[in-house]
């Protein structure tokens, strides 16, 4: 399975822009790569995905280098909600593949008043 | 709503004694997986089943059982818990093992204590 890295925190201030960076060099041309985030005491939640294209949706956007060896989520305007880990991770749809989610250490984002 | 729904989301049990942790969600999923927090170590996926009768292990599936009678459900069983099962627990859903694009719904967890 191909790895992500990304940094273990970062911090922002509130109704700042936020971008968060996440490195798979070894991404294949089957994966997927998702974000995810996991609030204080809560299961993680979804938050975006994409295969080659940047993505826009309602909670944050999503840019992927054109190599597609990293990728970085953006929060247009932070706020103290959005404080969570944030993990980003690849899902393959090779034939075999499962939908078995490989979280790493995630970063951790501490948004400031 | 869609969810998934866990229970108990506290339980705090001695050496021994069996368990089950309930798994259910509304959103007529096919593939649902059960996973463990542990500080340092993250999220690590216990069991999965892709469908009604199919269960396969992950990667960390020693001390638990799991069964898939029905498609809502998915209970995750320590047969007889020891304190290194100690841990935050997971249950996920997504529609289909085909379609990586989907996104997980996670339950709210469950902090199991064993003592």
């Known amino acids: 399975d191909a790895k992500t890295t990304q940094p273990n925190s970062m911090e922002s201030n509130e109704e700042e822009p936020v971008h968060l960076p996440c490195n798979h060099s070894?991404?294949?041309?089957?994966?997927?790569i998702h974000w995810y985030r996991q609030l204080p005491s809560q299961g993680p939640e979804y938050v975006i995905h994409?295969?080659?294209s940047n993505v826009n949706n309602r909670m944050a956007s999503l840019a992927i280098a054109e190599d597609r060896k990293s990728s970085t989520l953006i929060l247009h305007r932070a706020t103290l909600r959005d404080a969570a880990v944030y993990y980003c991770?690849?899902?393959?749809?090779?034939?075999?593949?499962?939908?078995?989610?490989?979280f790493g250490t995630g970063t951790l984002l501490a948004v400031q008043p | 709503e869609a969810q998934v729904t866990q229970n108990p989301r506290y339980l705090i049990t001695v050496t021994g004694k069996k368990l089950t942790v309930t798994c259910s969600q509304n959103?007529?999923?096919?593939?649902m997986s059960w996973y463990r927090q542990d500080p340092g170590l993250g999220l690590r996926q216990i069991y999965y089943?892709?469908?009604?009768?199919?269960?396969d292990k992950g990667d960390v599936p020693e001390g638990y059982k799991v069964s898939r009678k029905e498609k809502r459900n998915f209970p995750l069983i320590l047969e007889s818990p020891s304190p290194n099962q100690t841990s935050l627990y997971f249950c996920?859903?997504?529609?289909?093992?085909?379609?990586?694009?989907?996104?997980?719904?996670f339950g709210q967890g469950t902090r199991l204590t064993v003592v």
């Open positions: 089943s892709m469908n009604v009768e199919v269960t």
């Open positions: 070894t991404i294949s041309g089957t994966d997927y």
């Open positions: 994409g295969l080659t």
């Open positions: 959103m007529n999923h096919e593939y």
């Open positions: 996920a859903s997504t529609t289909t093992v085909r379609d990586p694009y989907t996104e997980a719904f």
């Open positions: 991770i690849l899902r393959s749809f090779a034939r075999g593949a499962t939908n078995k989610l490989i």
